[in-house]
């Protein structure tokens, strides 16, 4: 019976250290869910990203918890441009980059990122204005001129195609009576357009002269009818 006993109580003891050893083991263990930043690298050639896209995507990590967090501040997805084309992307993220090659089980919980890739083109236009032609009695705009007569725009494609020129934003002729020239400052571009060069001003020259058709006709009205 005192065999019985003795074998009985080993076994507790066995059966004790198990289950202690174990819950020493699980509380080693993290799984947790976390963020980790998405790189977009440079495409090639007139290729560019055209729209914001993701910065962070969404996985699970599941190992020791020293493991993980010492890995985890190291983790993020590099976009893979070979499997980018020009549109709308709908990329699987396969890899994560900075984690172990065992130690760590990562589960991906992101959907796939849509990804906008464009192409980048540029176009040379002349430069224009509009004017508001209500002069003083008497006076006409004769010429006008503007320097740089013409910039270069880049952009989508898609943008860039459809613009024929770059037009200056309207300039009231409606005191003018002389000629004059004036300094316009480069209006806003759209936020998918860029301007090649250092450009940030145009000069403006304007010229004004009296309106001499008016006043043959007052000198003809009042020549005397023999």
């Known amino acids: ?3 019985f006993d003795f074998w009985q109580a080993k076994i507790g003891s066995v059966l004790l250290a198990i289950i202690f050893y174990v819950n020493l083991q699980n509380s080693k263990v993290l799984v947790k869910n976390i963020n980790v930043p998405v790189e977009y690298p440079r495409l090639s050639g007139n290729l560019y990203y055209s729209k914001n896209n993701e910065k962070t995507y969404q ?6 918890r020293d493991l993980v967090n010492y890995h985890s501040q190291f983790m993020k997805v590099v976009v893979d441009p070979t499997e980018l084309t020009v549109g709308e ?6 890899k994560v980059w900075g984690a172990p090659s065992s130690g ?3 589960t991906m919980l992101g959907p796939k990122l849509n990804i906008g890739v464009d192409v980048l083109a540029s176009k040379t236009m002349p430069v224009d204005i509009g004017f508001d032609d209500d002069l003083p009695q008497g006076y006409v705009r004769s010429s006008y001129s503007i320097k740089p007569s013409a910039i270069t725009v880049t952009g989508p494609k898609t943008v860039v195609e459809k613009m024929s020129k770059f037009v200056l934003p309207t300039v009231s002729l409606k005191e003018a009576t002389e000629s ?8 806003e571009f759209q936020k998918s357009l860029g301007l090649v060069g250092n450009i940030k ?9 009296r309106d001499l058709s008016n006043i043959g006709d007052q000198i003809i009205v009042q020549l005397p009818v023999k």
């Open 104 to 106: 760590i089980k990562i």
């Open 201 to 209: 001003e145009f000069q403006l020259r304007v010229n004004i002269i």
């Open 180 to 187: 004059f020239t004036r300094t316009i400052r480069i209006p």
């Open 59 to 64: 996985i699970r990590v599941e190992g020791f």
């Open 1 to 3: 019976m005192r065999i």
């Open 89 to 94: 992307n709908q990329y699987e993220v396969k």
